[in-house]
């Protein structure tokens, strides 16, 4: 499925993320470009194997690098690999000076131990945002690498003027790659959080209340129009590959309630590409205002 833009719905404001990301990206640009002397950020991809959306996911990253500046190289290993081939790659990035971020493409075959090669990614290359150092500056409010998706929905709501401080949030997902970190990033900005996930009873009953629903289960069409309070903010993170496209946590009749959503595709997925630039470009010694 292309990203042909949501369809045309009465009254919702829909959150597209190109603009935002643009945005995003047209600042970046910029502050790279201001750099004296021969600094360029790196930012170094592991991929293992030959998934395809995951392939697709590194081609757009190594393109938007290009964009704003950015060096980019790709270790590709075979789906054979083993856990300790991916920590070997990772540990020659950690040591090359030309390398400022780390990611690891997920998700990383069966054999392969995804936490220990979290773990062994120098945190200050940790441009995903998932060590437990990373993630531990978060929860204690310190600065650091934030992980992308979540990172990159707060900007979308600051690009769009959506209030935060003072709002009664949901999160449906308790992920360390969405869920968690988001929640965090919500109640650091002064939201009221409350998460849910698969053994919360009636969660109807807090989403109906919620000023700002965030959806990221990877469940299509969890959320119904009947879950959202008229007017509320909806972002719609879930994302899974069906035979008539890419299909979102969020049931389409919401556009019908919401004062503002995400589509999928075509919301978040572009703000999650900028922010792994914006993290880059931090990790190599930039002070970047991502909007969180």
């Known amino acids: 499925m292309t990203d042909a833009g949501p369809p045309p719905e009465s ?10 990301a643009e945005a995003l990206k047209k600042r970046l640009a910029a502050q790279v470009a201001s750099w004296s002397g021969p600094r360029v950020p790196g930012l170094a991809v ?10 697709a996911y590194v081609r757009s990253k190594v393109k938007a690098c290009r964009e704003v500046g950015i060096a980019s190289v790709q270790i590709n290993l075979p789906d054979t690999a083993s856990t300790s081939a991916v920590l070997s790659a990772v540990e020659a990035l950690n040591r090359d ?11 990383l075959p069966r054999q392969v ?9 120098n945190p200050a290359k940790d441009v995903d945002g998932l060590h437990p150092d990373s993630l531990g500056r978060l929860v204690s409010g310190r600065p ?3 992980p992308c998706t979540p990172r990159g929905v707060m900007t979308l709501l600051d690009y769009y003027h959506i209030p935060v401080a003072g709002r009664r949030a949901v999160v449906l997902g308790r992920s360390a790659l969405v869920g968690l970190p988001l929640s965090l ?9 409350t998460v849910l996930h698969r053994q919360s009873p009636r969660p109807w009953e807090q989403t109906q209340q919620a000023d700002i629903v965030v959806a990221a289960v990877g469940h299509p069409g969890l959320v119904p129009g009947a879950w959202i309070r008229p007017g509320a903010t909806v972002v719609d993170v879930g994302i899974t590959r069906t035979p008539s496209g890419l299909v979102g946590d969020v049931s389409p009749e919401v556009a019908g309630v919401a004062g503002a959503l995400t589509p999928v595709p075509g919301g978040v997925g572009p703000m999650t590409v900028a922010t792994l630039l914006a993290n880059t470009v931090q990790a190599a010694g930039g002070a970047v205002d991502v909007g969180a």
């Open 113 to 121: 131990d995804a936490a220990q090669v979290i773990a062994a990614i």
């Open 11 to 20: 009254g919702v404001v829909w959150l597209l993320g190109r603009p935002a």
């Open 144 to 146: 650091g690498l934030v």
């Open 185 to 193: 990033l919500l109640l650091h900005r002064d939201a009221s959080v």
């Open 46 to 55: 592991v991929l293992v194997g030959e998934d395809p959306p995951s392939r």
């Open 97 to 107: 000076p030309a390398v400022h971020g780390i990611l690891v493409q997920l998700p």
